[in-house]
């Protein structure tokens, strides 16, 4: 009785959040205050904070904020709006409040970004993903975010999979060989080289997911001098030159088993309406250092390349 409680409780809860989500989503050009916002929920402001970071990992004043400046960093790119017509459609007082909040962001002020013409750091509206287990059902909030990265050297070592969406697919058996293989190579290494990153190289794939490069390896220094590349790490380990493109990074929080499905709904569900599209490049697995692949509090993200419609 009680853990069926339990679950009464977490369902409701995560439904109020939905709620929320979609009133602070279909409200961006308000100036959005957290009482008005906690008025969509059945808790008080100080109630709705501890709920909304509990399930969310961000405070309801940073979400809306970053949601905002997105949404506006977007708009500087897409279109050729004063900097102070965006700043009053999405509910700021005034150019110079929106100039000093974009660039305590972004890092660089809103003509600056506009100039550059880069996607970086877009943050997408927190969405629901329905997940499909055998035997049930599940909800979760996932997070989206927008990106460029420079072109970048990784090195480790490579294996052919079939994918998700092959006739075939056999990645859940032949990566952890290959995280295994990079593992037992760098195993004399005590000061980690860089990020970790396996690397989806469909450039050359087959239409029916087959013949799919996938690499686990190691992003280098770009600092590094050449001379020094071969002997980095191993010697036998491959090199690869990932080059310059955008990302939709998906955040997936679980055991790796289950990043199939993360993947899934992504393609299937937030991609056909999100403004983008998918291209065929390099997709990348970002790891942090102390990555848990079968715990269930497991954090990774899943870079696809896509481009603007």
Same mark, same amino acid.
Request: aromatic share 10%; glycine share 6%.
């Given at each position: ?92 007082? $005034?150019?110079? %409040?929106? *100039?000093?909040?974009?660039? @305590?962001?972004? #890092? =660089?002020?809103?003509? +600056? ?67 295994? $293989?990079?593992? %037992?190579? *760098?195993?004399?290494?005590? @000061?980690?080289? #860089? =990020?970790?990153?396996? +690397? ?72 056909? *309406? ?6 065929? #490049?390099?997709?990348?697995? +970002? ?23």
């Amino acid at each position: 009785m009680a853990v069926e409680q339990r679950k009464e409780r977490s369902v409701s809860t995560f439904n109020r959040i939905s709620k929320v989500l979609s009133f602070i989503h279909n409200n961006l050009d308000a100036t959005l205050s957290l009482e008005e916002i906690a008025e969509q929920s059945c808790w008080s402001r100080w109630q709705l904070q501890r709920v909304f970071q509990s399930e969310t990992g961000l405070t309801v004043a940073h979400y809306v904020r970053e949601l905002k400046l997105s949404v506006a960093a977007e708009m500087l790119l897409d279109t050729e709006q004063r900097v102070i017509d965006i700043a009053l459609s999405l509910g700021f007082n $005034s150019e110079i %409040a929106f *100039s000093r909040a974009f660039k @305590q962001l972004f #890092g =660089q002020s809103p003509s +600056v970004y506009r100039k550059q013409s880069q996607r970086i750091g877009l943050k997408k509206p927190i969405e629901v993903s329905e997940i499909h287990y055998p035997g049930k059902n599940t909800y979760s909030f996932v997070e989206v975010r927008i990106d460029t990265k420079d072109t970048f050297l990784l090195k480790g070592v490579r294996g052919e999979i079939n994918g998700l969406f092959s006739l075939a697919p056999n990645f859940a058996e032949v990566v952890p060989q290959l995280w295994a $293989s990079l593992e %037992a190579e *760098s195993s004399g290494i005590h @000061q980690p080289v #860089g =990020q970790l990153l396996g +690397v989806v190289d469909i450039t050359k794939a087959n239409f029916d997911g087959s013949q799919i490069q996938y690499w686990a390896g190691v992003e280098l220094d770009p600092h590094i001098p050449i001379p020094e590349l071969p002997s980095l790490i191993s010697e036998r380990l491959e090199a690869l030159t990932v080059p310059k493109q955008t990302y939709a990074a998906v955040r997936h929080k679980g055991p790796i088993e289950r990043l199939p499905h993360t993947l899934e709904w992504f393609i299937l569900h937030w991609l056909p *309406s999100s403004g983008y599209r998918g291209i065929d #490049g390099y997709e990348l697995e +970002v790891y942090p250092s102390n990555y848990e692949p079968l715990s269930p509090h497991a954090d990774m993200e899943y870079w696809v390349p896509i481009q603007k419609v």
